[in-house]
């Protein structure tokens, strides 16, 4: 608990700019007012009810937490696979997006290193390999203290180390028992029809891409994408590499597509100053990232599947050009690698009637029909056998 006496120790593990902006003008306040804690009542009043409102906060994103550490630690010593991994990080992650935990918990930045550190770990293990986790004994007993005063990035012995697989045991196989977790809870859905196009969707290494013909309205649904994924308080970039960013269609298309709560969580820009290298750069820095198009970074399209893999955390929508004989421009490769490939069809040239459909969907139907302009399912066929469609 944070109080008067130990605020100057216990504030340097509190993420201030994810800080509530009431929270942040108390935090200014304190600094200012201190000094007239025991003279003043009035700031004494002030003081005690900042503190009381910040650790409320924090132990809101606190517990979630504690949770997932100790579960973390319970890994200490023990060989888990590459499974097994990508299960705790999915639910990880669904907790961060679901504001479980909070960036400003006390806690957040062994969340952040526990979660980079598995997967580090999760990217270099081919897909049936096993890791022994080792923890070792100084981040051990900071993890278990609760507390997070220092840097544990400065820590000098590896947080994992990679145990060979005994000789003579089975690898290629893992007994079904280990699937320990119910994977619905891990995921999310958007909200309205796109939710129902797109299904429980998990973040864990999620890509979809988006392919069509010349002038079916690949861009605008990119747009309707995008607010949607800002509804969910995710920060959002976008590459307007076939649009420039001050034309006049970007503004109509905000306008018309983007709700203005969700446009402080949206970001644009049409420039690439150090070409791909941009996107690897920045890739952290958002939750999703909208490319249009792909052919504008020209990369090979097997970057697409390394992109995805390097920077599990962030989702990918990405519009890949067709060429006259219908493929994509680059090769089909993403179309292999990505979890969601959605086509639009363009039905005539008014645009009105133009439709998007998931071809290919990991985590939910194919073949929902989704009108663009409309932005309104056409036809469920969830609800046509239930007898509830057209």
Do not use: C
Not at 133 to 145: F, G, M, P, R, Y
Not at 171 to 178: A, G, I, T, V, W
Not at 375 to 389: L, M, P, Y
């Amino acid at each position: 608990m944070i109080s008067v006496n130990n605020y100057s120790e216990k504030i340097q593990g509190v993420n201030l700019q994810a800080l509530p902006k009431v929270l942040l003008e108390g935090h200014e306040f304190f600094l200012e007012a201190n000094a007239w804690y025991k003279k003043d009542q009035t700031v004494t009043e002030s003081i005690d009810l900042y503190i009381q409102k910040l650790n409320d906060h924090l132990q809101q994103g606190s517990d979630a937490a504690a949770g997932f550490i100790v579960k973390f630690l319970r890994m200490h010593n023990q060989v888990k696979t590459k499974h097994q991994l990508g299960l705790y990080i999915k639910s990880l992650q669904k907790a961060i997006l679901e504001k479980r935990i909070r960036k400003s918990s006390l806690l957040a930045r062994h969340i952040t290193k526990i979660q980079e550190t598995l997967i580090r770990q999760y990217n270099r293990l081919p897909d049936h390999g096993k890791v022994k986790i080792t923890i070792n004994d100084s981040w051990q007993k900071e993890l278990e203290a609760g507390s997070n005063t220092k840097d544990l990035n400065g820590l000098d012995v590896p947080a994992l180390q990679v145990t060979a697989k005994p000789k003579g045991k089975k690898s290629l196989f893992d007994s079904m028992n280990e699937i320990d977790e119910v994977p619905s809870e891990n995921s999310f859905r958007l909200a309205g029809d796109l939710g129902l196009l797109l299904g429980d969707l998990e973040r864990f290494e999620l890509a979809i891409t988006l392919e069509g013909d010349q002038g079916g309205g690949k861009t605008r649904f990119s747009y309707q994408l995008a607010n949607a994924f800002a509804d969910l308080d995710m920060k959002v970039a976008i590459f307007s590499l076939e649009i420039g960013r001050k034309s006049d269609l970007v503004r109509r298309m905000r306008e018309e597509y983007l709700e203005a709560e969700n446009r402080n969580n949206i970001f644009i820009t049409d420039q690439l100053p150090q070409g791909f290298d941009t996107i690897r750069k920045t890739a952290k820095e958002f939750d999703v990232f909208v490319i249009d198009s792909w052919n504008k970074l020209h990369v090979k399209s097997s970057e697409f599947d390394r992109l995805r893999k390097e920077f599990p955390n962030t989702i990918f929508i990405i519009i890949f050009q067709r060429t006259t004989q219908g493929t994509i421009r680059g090769g089909t490769a993403p179309l292999f690698d990505a979890g969601i490939n959605l086509e639009v069809v363009k039905v005539d040239d008014t645009f009105i009637n133009n439709y998007a459909v998931a071809t290919k969907n990991r985590y939910g139907a194919t073949g929902i029909q989704y009108h663009i302009t409309k932005q309104k399912i056409i036809n469920n066929f969830e609800e046509e056998a239930n007898g509830e469609g057209a």
